[in-house]
């Protein structure tokens, strides 16, 4: 979800879910090159290509899913309906496949909202919350590295104050310009209402599932079109 300062609500963002069966041959579904990750979505999406999207990948079994961002490439064969995903990361399919044993009980749900986050030394910038669960959010395009343990005071940009705090939490892990931050109970309002708002988009959002009759579980790849010209340009 993006904020909307004006309205002190939230506006969906781009997301795509999709979930494999249990008899799927996840790596069959996936090109890496070069770093980079792609995925053919097989259905309709309204998207400008190179637009920054949300994907939720989900396992047969598992009680959580994986989020990731990527863009949107689109294909030009008549014979195939859908789009290729484009993630800067590899080995994704590991992933995938330790998802039914993860105990993580907190499911992270895509947001888009812009923040002020207040260091205890007294040092400001801005932020953006990228990823909200019940207990705690990711923060990206930080301006400096963070330290885990150390805590920041978040408040969102452009509302009233009083419902613009979101709280002081903790910083449990850092990664390059990203960090997940946790927060104790009981939650402030305004957080509570970013992860209501963002919890009923979610649920509307249609989740494609993986096809029973696909070829990868012979161990062959899914019939999709060619790799768009951006993989393409990559050297392999």
């Given at each position: 979800m993006r904020l909307n300062p004006?309205?002190?609500?939230?506006?969906?963002?781009p997301l795509v879910r999709y979930r494999f069966g249990?008899?799927?041959?996840v790596d069959l579904h996936f090109h890496e090159?070069?770093?980079?990750?792609?995925?053919?979505?097989?259905?309709?999406?309204?998207?400008?290509?190179?637009?920054?999207?949300f994907a939720e990948f989900g396992m047969h079994g598992?009680?959580?899913?994986?989020?990731?961002?990527?863009?949107?490439?689109?294909?030009?064969?008549a014979r195939f309906t859908g789009s290729w995903l484009d993630f800067p990361l590899r080995g994704f399919p590991q992933v995938?496949?330790?998802?039914?044993?993860?105990?993580?009980?907190?499911?992270?749900?895509?947001?888009d909202v812009t923040v002020t986050i207040l260091r205890g030394t007294g040092?400001?910038?801005?932020?953006?919350?990228?990823?909200?669960?019940?207990r705690g959010l990711r923060l990206?395009?930080?301006?400096f590295l963070l330290n885990e343990g150390e805590e920041l005071s978040i408040e969102m940009v452009g509302g009233p104050r009083?419902?613009?705090?979101?709280?002081?939490?903790?910083?449990?892990?850092?990664?390059?310009?990203?960090?997940?931050?946790?927060?104790?109970?009981?939650?402030?309002?305004?957080?509570?209402?970013v992860l209501a708002q963002a919890e009923a988009a979610r649920s509307s959002a249609a989740e494609l599932a993986h096809l029973d009759a696909c070829t990868c579980k012979r161990g062959e790849r899914p019939s999709e079109p060619p790799l768009p010209s951006i993989a393409l340009r990559r050297p392999k």
């Open positions: 004006a309205r002190a609500s939230l506006v969906p963002v249990r008899a799927a041959n090159i070069d770093g980079h990750s792609f995925f053919f979505y097989p259905s309709h999406l309204q998207y400008r290509d190179g637009q920054w999207v598992a009680s959580v899913s994986c989020l990731l961002r990527g863009r949107v490439y689109g294909q030009q064969s995938l496949r330790k998802l039914e044993s993860t105990r993580r009980d907190r499911e992270r749900i895509a947001v040092v400001k910038a801005l932020s953006r919350i990228s990823d909200i669960s019940a990206a395009g930080l301006p009083g419902q613009s705090d979101v709280g002081k939490g903790r910083v449990v892990w850092v990664r390059m310009q990203e960090a997940g931050i946790e927060f104790a109970a009981p939650a402030r309002p305004s957080f509570l209402n």
